[in-house]
Nanobody
Framework: VQLQASGGGLVQAGDSLRLSCAAS????????VGWSRQTPGKEREFVGG?????????LYGDSVQGRFSISRDNVKNTAYLQMNNVKPEDTAVYYC???????????????????WGQGTLVTVSS
């Protein structure tokens, strides 16, 4: 599975932005997918994750709960991270990743993700 994240850019606080994670391979549809972010000098932070469509619970990190949402489109083999009411502290490189366990539950741990896309930079100005 190969992943490619896109959609980052410069936005103002309070704006909305949608990141995309396009995947290759048919198994993506049945793999849990997650989004994480990282800023220089800090550990990677779990943003949220979605199981396969019709699967278990979607998880979100505390800092984005209620503002961000994750969706998936099996036709386009793509996952999305909708970011609403962004804040300057949301500035980071955002990564999408997929777990290896088919039909698995979403994990907040980076070590449970095998397939990673390159990051996309989101910068939020105040």
């Amino acid at each position: 599975v190969q992943l490619q994240a896109s959609g980052g850019g410069l936005v103002q606080a309070g704006d909305s932005l949608r990141l995309s994670c396009a995947a290759s391979g048919p198994t993506f549809k049945i793999l849990p997918v997650g989004w994480s972010r990282q800023t220089p000098g800090k550990e990677r932070e779990f943003v949220g994750g979605s199981p396969y469509i019709g699967g278990g619970r979607t998880l979100y990190g505390d800092s984005v709960q209620g503002r961000f949402s994750i969706s998936r489109d099996n036709v386009k083999n793509t996952a999305y991270l909708q970011m609403n009411n962004v804040k300057p502290e949301d500035t980071a490189v955002y990564y999408c990743a997929a777990q290896v366990q088919r039909y698995g539950n979403v994990s907040p741990r980076a070590r449970d993700y095998r397939y990673w896309g390159q990051g996309t930079l989101v910068t939020v100005s105040s």
